[in-house]
T-cell receptor
């Protein structure tokens, strides 16, 4: 158990819909990262938040957005869903941004999104 | 830009045999290198990392990887595998950018250990 929790574990929805994935980082971790894992694209970095602020963006579509709340949990919002959005969505947390020294990222178990 | 190539999508091996999972990367700047393991229905776990210093890094469960700058490789090895090592292994590179680490992952290698 990494200490990172994600809800829900599974989500089945239809094209055109909007969903929200939730992530609670390890106690004390300020950084939250979101990743998408699909058969087509592999594991892709989406976005990084540190202490409520967006710090880096990866291959995140404009239909997707995220935020980190004052209690440090984070939500990933996916809208106008398409079949190709079906994937495993992971979040990970780490203690800090750690530009000077690397801090390990701890991954949650993921949310499996199926778009029908 | 940086990229990671894991040369084998699947590696079958018998229990107690040695194994090598290959990883090559490309980057124009200094990077940090990682191997992650993903067991079925679980998230990724860090197996080992190279940040600086000794080019040979080891994990607690017998895996090791060697950073080879001239060949831009970071191959993962284990002298004797167990059934429990069956999992997906991801090589990743990361560099600091604007106050964050931007990781790039390989496509993964499925290690299948047969009894």
């Amino acid at each position: 158990d990494s200490g990172v929790t994600q809800t829900p574990k599974h989500l089945i929805t239809a094209t055109g819909q909007r969903v929200t994935l939730r992530c609670s980082p390890r106690s004390g971790d300020l950084s939250v990262y979101w990743y998408q894992q699909s058969l087509d694209q592999g594991l892709q970095f989406l976005i990084h938040y540190y202490n409520g602020e967006e710090r880096a963006k990866g291959n995140i579509l404009e239909r997707f957005s995220a935020q980190q709340f004052p209690d440090l949990h984070s939500e990933l919002n996916l809208s106008s869903l398409e079949l190709g959005d079906s994937a495993l969505y992971f979040c990970a947390s780490s203690a800090s941004i750690a530009v000077i020294s690397y801090n390990e990222q701890f991954f949650g178990p993921g949310t499996r999104l199926t778009v029908l | 830009a940086q990229s990671v190539t894991q040369l084998d999508s699947q590696v079958p091996v018998f229990e107690e045999a040695p194994v090598e999972l290959r990883c090559n990367y490309s980057s124009s700047v200094s990077v940090y290198l990682f191997w992650y393991v993903q067991y079925p229905n679980q998230g990724l776990q860090l197996l080992l990392k190279y940040l600086s210093g000794s080019t040979l890094v080891k994990s607690i469960n017998g895996f090791e990887a060697e950073f080879n700058k001239s060949q831009t490789s970071f191959h993962l090895r284990k002298p004797s595998v167990h059934i429990s090592d069956t999992a997906e292994y991801f090589c990743a590179v990361s560099r600091a950018s604007g106050g964050s680490y931007i990781p790039t992952f390989g496509r993964g290698t499925s290690l299948i250990v047969h009894p």
